[in-house]
């Protein structure tokens, strides 16, 4: 009679995990061995090699999975068990936001929900000052989204956006020629802009020094005379 050993392994688990996330279940047996988990309720994966598995749970609470290897001989291991909590995702939402449509370089106050158990993170295509814990100023040059991501303590996390749109209404341009002739077209010299600026001065002065022109208001222009 052979008298075969039992087989061997080992398993271990994160001590917590979030709602519907994979968990990594490290585990160790000889090769040619079967490895069967008791999951608790949680739905394991694993690769086509058998060399890396997963348990993903729908719920909360704390989870027993159990192991049991089988040689190749038919011999069965004593059971291994290890425990992992499983903890809900916080929620985030962006609660207001004082404009979604700006001019390029402008800034917006975002707010977010708030909970004083989660640490906040802003991130996207802004520059950020952090006025609380889960509002912001943040100032766009390109129009796209504003995020943040909520996290508690077990590493779960929460995401939520908001889309704001930016244009080019500060752009100022001067044109270098126009022609006073009273046509109606390009008669008079101002400068061109969508009136979303406040014009301080604007001061013409001909090849001798002289001013020929001054305004404060950007709709006139000099008509050359």
Not at 77 to 104: A, G, L, Q, W
Not at 198 to 205: A, E, G, P, T, V
Request: a neutral charge; one cysteine or more; charged letters at 20%.
């Amino acid at each position: 009679v052979r008298v075969h050993p039992l087989p061997s392994g080992y398993f271990e688990m994160p001590p917590y995990a979030c709602v519907n996330e994979e968990v990594l279940v490290k585990s160790t047996a000889d090769n040619g061995n079967t490895l069967t988990f008791a999951t608790n309720g949680g739905i394991l994966t694993t690769t086509e090699e058998r060399k890396q598995y997963n348990i993903k749970w729908s719920n909360t609470g704390s989870k027993i999975v159990a192991l049991v290897i089988k040689s190749q001989y038919g011999c069965l291991s004593p059971v291994y068990y290890d425990t992992i909590s499983i903890y809900d995702k916080p929620t985030v939402k962006i609660e207001n936001i004082d404009k979604v449509m700006i001019c390029v370089g402008d800034t917006v106050s975002v707010k977010a929900s708030y909970s004083e158990d989660l640490l906040y993170t802003w991130y996207g295509d802004a520059i950020f000052q952090i006025r609380d814990k889960n509002v912001v100023l943040a100032t766009k040059r390109t129009t796209g989204h504003l995020f943040v991501k909520a996290n508690n303590i077990y590493g779960c996390s929460a995401t939520d956006s908001v889309y704001v749109s930016t244009e080019n209404c500060c752009d100022v341009a001067i044109p270098d020629a126009f022609s006073p002739n009273g046509d109606g077209r390009n008669d008079v010299f101002r400068i061109i802009s969508q009136g979303n600026q406040q014009l301080k001065q604007f001061i013409i002065i001909n090849r001798r020094g002289q001013k020929v022109f001054q305004t404060t208001d950007q709709t006139k222009g000099w008509d050359g005379r």
